[in-house]
């Protein structure tokens, strides 16, 4: 019976991915001496935000996530970043696999909205593991559940999450609209003659400025 230990090592940005995201580096290892021909890994990564403090700033982005101050007690529970998965060669004693993490810019998922309203300091997050190990085995062959308590927590650069959003997203943020406010917008740009989605958001906000 194989024992596996698993360590979370660096998380960076990737800058050369097909779309935007973080890699984190694992290091595995097996302390029996037992070889490893191949781990089926999943992750499950999670935010755990009453790890941390925050500045006056931040509490005013995380208002619409965990409500005031007074009331973090009862709402800054861990909550769910993204699930990831990654094929783990053999090996014995010790080896080291890059997990994707994929990410995305849309304001209206809920880790989203909490990554954005960091300024400084770090991301609090635990990998907690599963999957399936693969073994040499009584007759050749063998096969192992990686046990649900194998974690590892984590404390990711909030410059870490930037870089990547930056280098994915310059100078530029994302929107989800429903497709009737996406055509009253897109009406809205044809009949006054603006040419970019840009154009017409400012016109719009520039009018309930002048409103209030």
Request: glycine share 4%; with cysteine.
């Amino acid at each position: 019976m194989s024992n596996l230990t698993f360590t979370v090592a660096d998380v960076f940005a990737e800058r050369y991915a097909a779309a935007p995201q973080l890699t984190a580096r694992l290091r595995i290892e097996e302390s029996t001496g037992e070889v490893i021909h191949a781990i089926a890994l999943r992750a499950q990564v999670r935010i755990e935000p009453q790890r941390r403090k925050y500045t006056a700033d931040e509490e005013s982005g995380l208002l619409d996530m965990f409500g005031t101050r007074d009331r973090w007690f009862d709402t800054l529970k861990p909550f769910m970043w993204m699930q990831c998965s990654a094929m783990v060669q053999g090996f014995s004693n010790i080896t080291e696999v890059d997990l994707v993490m994929p990410c995305t810019y849309d304001f209206e998922v809920t880790w989203s909205k909490y990554l954005h309203a960091l300024k400084d300091e770090t991301i609090p997050v635990v990998f907690l593991f599963s999957g399936t190990a693969f073994t040499r085995g009584m007759n050749g062959f063998g096969v192992e559940q990686v046990p649900w308590d194998c974690e590892s927590r984590y404390q990711i650069p909030v410059s870490v999450w930037r870089e990547m959003i930056e280098h994915y997203f310059p100078n530029s943020g994302w929107l989800r609209l429903s497709r009737e406010t996406m055509e009253s917008l897109a009406h809205y740009k044809a009949v006054r003659g603006l040419t970019s989605w840009e154009e017409a958001l400012e016109s719009l906000l520039a009018k309930a400025k002048a409103v209030s």
